[in-house]
């Protein structure tokens, strides 16, 4: 039987949960994945739910060290739904069969926002900052991180409050914010790809009467600002998803473009041998 006495867990025993999912995955094993950090972090929870009832709180250290595998900022909010459901005194074949419903649509919702949004913006920002030189780019960059890790503290709270209710609440809004996510990412992917793609025509034909005309500044940089870019940019996308051309090879043929480039010094003898 579930012990009945239980002290009732306050904000910073969540917040303490939140500081102690950071060394989640320290403990990391392949036949468990995140289990035993996943576990050890509850443990304070536990004991302060069941007081010196050992056998309970072995018990639910148990049912926590089967198999944990999802995103790793949401994994916070499963150790708070779990605790709440604990307190509650939720039967624990349900617990576990809980948690293992939503490794998937947690993992989904943190990938998106995590590591499909926040990692490329957060990456591209501090990439553009220190290519021109400015040291602030690197620090923005692990600023962004602290700001991330600290939300488990947030999604620890989160699940502790919705207890059962986030069930309901994850399966009904995961696609639409994983969606929103990556549309996110996506557009502000976009709007930074003139920052650091350059692409420019170095040809300037000779005109009669005009001398030299640079394509590049005559037409690309006043009438089609940022063209070269997108379309090259476009060029990679079709390459990867229609001709199935891996990122590896597509990054090595980067580079060996561009190395002849530079052995040929411009773009435009470039051409004129094709």
Not at 242 to 251: D, F, G, N, Y
Not at 271 to 274: D, G, N, P, Q
């Given at each position: 039987?579930m012990?009945?006495?239980r002290n009732?867990l306050?904000?910073?025993d969540?917040?303490?949960?939140?500081?102690?999912?950071?060394?989640e995955q320290?403990?990391?094993?392949?036949?468990?994945?995140?289990?035993?950090?996943f576990?050890?972090?509850?443990?304070?929870?536990?004991?302060?739910?069941?007081?010196?009832?050992k056998?309970?709180?072995?018990?639910?250290?148990?049912n926590?060290?089967g198999?944990?595998n999802?995103?790793?900022?949401?994994?916070?909010?499963?150790?708070?739904?779990?605790?709440?459901?604990?307190?509650?005194?939720?039967?624990?074949?349900m617990?576990?069969r809980?948690?293992?419903?939503l490794?998937g649509?947690?993992?989904g919702?943190?990938?998106?926002?995590?590591?499909?949004?926040?990692l490329p913006?957060?990456g591209?920002?501090?990439?553009?900052?220190?290519g021109?030189?400015?040291p602030?780019?690197?620090?923005?960059?692990?600023?962004?991180?602290?700001?991330a890790?600290?939300?488990?503290?947030?999604?620890?709270?989160?699940?502790?409050?919705?207890?059962?209710?986030?069930?309901?609440m994850?399966?009904e809004?995961?696609?639409?914010?994983?969606?929103?996510?990556?549309?996110?990412?996506?557009?502000?992917?976009?709007?930074?790809?003139?920052?650091?793609?350059?692409?420019?025509?170095?040809?300037?034909p000779?005109?009669?009467?005009?001398?030299?005309?640079?394509?590049?500044?005559?037409?690309?940089?006043?009438?089609f600002?940022n063209?070269?870019p997108?379309?090259?940019?476009?060029?990679?996308?079709?390459?990867?998803r229609?001709?199935?051309?891996?990122?590896?090879?597509?990054?090595v043929?980067?580079?060996v473009?561009?190395?002849?480039?530079?052995?040929?010094?411009?773009l435009?003898d470039f051409?004129?041998?094709?």
């Open positions: 039987m012990a009945v006495s009732k306050d904000k910073s969540i917040t303490k949960l939140g500081f102690l999912s950071l060394l320290v403990a990391f094993s392949f036949e468990r994945m995140q289990a035993p950090g576990c050890w972090g509850m443990i304070p929870g536990f004991k302060k739910i069941y007081g010196d009832n056998e309970e709180i072995a018990k639910a250290m148990t926590n060290l198999f944990i999802t995103e790793p900022h949401m994994a916070t909010f499963l150790q708070g739904l779990t605790l709440s459901l604990e307190e509650s005194g939720q039967d624990r074949e617990i576990k809980i948690n293992a419903g490794f649509p947690l993992a919702v943190g990938d998106a926002i995590f590591w499909f949004t926040l913006i957060s591209a920002i501090a990439c553009s900052l220190a021109q030189g400015n602030i780019g690197p620090v923005i960059f692990i600023v962004i991180w602290i700001i890790a600290m939300t488990r503290i947030w999604f620890g709270r989160m699940g502790y409050n919705l207890g059962v209710r986030a069930v309901d994850i399966s809004n995961a696609a639409a914010i994983t969606k929103a996510a990556g549309i996110l990412g996506v557009t502000v992917i976009g709007g930074l790809i003139p920052s650091y793609i350059g692409f420019e025509l170095a040809w300037a000779e005109l009669p009467e005009i001398g030299a005309f640079s394509i590049q500044e005559n037409i690309f940089n006043v009438i600002p063209l070269l997108l379309l090259l940019v476009f060029l990679f996308y079709w390459l990867f229609k001709k199935k051309v891996s990122t590896i090879a597509l990054i043929g980067i580079i473009v561009c190395v002849a480039l530079a052995f040929l010094g411009t435009s051409l004129a041998i094709i």
